[in-house]
């Protein structure tokens, strides 16, 4: 056999080992799936999303009508909207690879690598939630509002204009 003849069967052979490993269920798959959004519990106040939930990219969180939903956009930011219109928004496109509630009771838009780019600065309140009302999002410790999302809107055009993640200098 000519060189070129081995190499087109042994090239055939690879292939039909490999596609007999899907065929059979035991071959690797090498992508993931994006990560479902962590479970968030319906109340008639809002929706309850409890310390080390993470939303991924084009991931959402709805208020118990569905009018009020936050969600990590593919772009990077983190944006709550109200009957299709944004209130409010992380600042974070380009940038912004998931939302997290962490344990500690702060909401944080961290990048792919883990890097904090926007905070709602409620750290060392363990126990903390999130809840997802009608046209707001609040971060709770027990029934006590730490940070919400009305208290600073910011919609339309930063005021900062174009500096990184929202940070005024």
């Known amino acids: 056999m000519s060189k070129l003849r081995l190499r087109t069967a042994a090239l ?37 999303v409890l310390g080390n939930s993470v939303l991924g ?12 939903v936050l969600t990590m956009q593919g772009d990077g930011n983190a944006v ?5 219109a944004a209130v409010w928004a992380s600042w974070t496109v380009g940038t912004g690879h998931h939302l997290s509630m962490q344990g500690d009771g702060n909401l944080v838009v961290y990048t792919w690598n883990n890097i904090p780019l926007w905070s709602s600065g409620t750290s060392a309140h363990s126990g903390a ?4 009302q009608e046209g707001n999002m609040v971060v709770y ?14 919609v339309a055009e930063h005021p900062c204009g174009t500096y990184p993640h929202g940070i005024c200098p």
Do not use: C, E, H
């Open 57 to 68: 990219m084009n991931q959402s969180w709805a208020s118990p009508s569905g009018r009020t």
């Open 129 to 132: 939630y999130l809840s997802v």
């Open 141 to 154: 410790q027990s029934i006590l509002p730490l940070w919400w999302s009305d208290f600073y809107p910011q």
């Open 12 to 48: 055939a052979s690879a292939v039909a080992i490999s596609l007999g490993g899907i065929a059979a269920g035991t071959a690797q798959a090498t992508t993931a799936a994006p990560p479902a959004p962590a479970k968030a519990a319906l109340t008639s106040s809002g929706t309850t």
């Open 80 to 84: 709550l909207y109200k009957d299709g």
